[in-house]
């Protein structure tokens, strides 16, 4: 069993930033996957960004890409989202995921990981 917890969500002006993260405990990780998923209101859950166990690939959602940054930290079982030149449109609760196949394409799809967390609200207000 792993649980996620993942902290760092608020309310920010359009422009600003946030750093997301999330801490992974329970069983080892290793080979696995990570990512974040965000969903909106009356919206379905999308995916945004996976990075590998190396931490050596990474892939982002085209909307995110060269604003967002995903990192992992192994030492720390951690993943962390860097949120830069936020939008009213990234608003939505955003939710850590492990998919331990460490398959890359097939942690793209939220119906696919293995554990989540509980989320946390990312409001960016225009």
């Known amino acids: 069993q792993v649980q996620l917890v993942e902290s760092g969500g608020g309310l920010v002006q359009a422009g600003g930033s946030l750093r997301l993260s999330c801490a992974a405990s329970?069983?080892?990780?290793?080979?696995?996957?990570m990512g974040w998923f965000r969903q909106a209101p009356g919206k379905e859950r999308e995916f945004v960004a996976v990075?590998?166990?190396?931490?050596?690939?990474?892939e982002l959602t085209d909307s995110v890409k060269g604003r967002f940054t995903i990192s992992r930290n192994n030492a720390k079982n951690s993943i962390s989202l860097q949120m830069n030149s936020l939008k009213p449109e990234d608003t939505a609760v955003y939710y850590c995921?492990?998919?331990?196949?460490?398959?890359?394409?097939?942690?793209?799809?939220?119906?696919?990981?293995?554990?989540w967390g509980q989320g946390t609200q990312v409001t960016v207000s225009s």
């Open positions: 995921a492990v998919d331990q196949t460490g398959a890359m394409m097939r942690a793209r799809v939220p119906g696919n990981a293995d554990y």
């Open positions: 329970g069983r080892a990780l290793r080979g696995s996957v």
């Open positions: 990075i590998s166990w190396d931490g050596g690939t990474m």
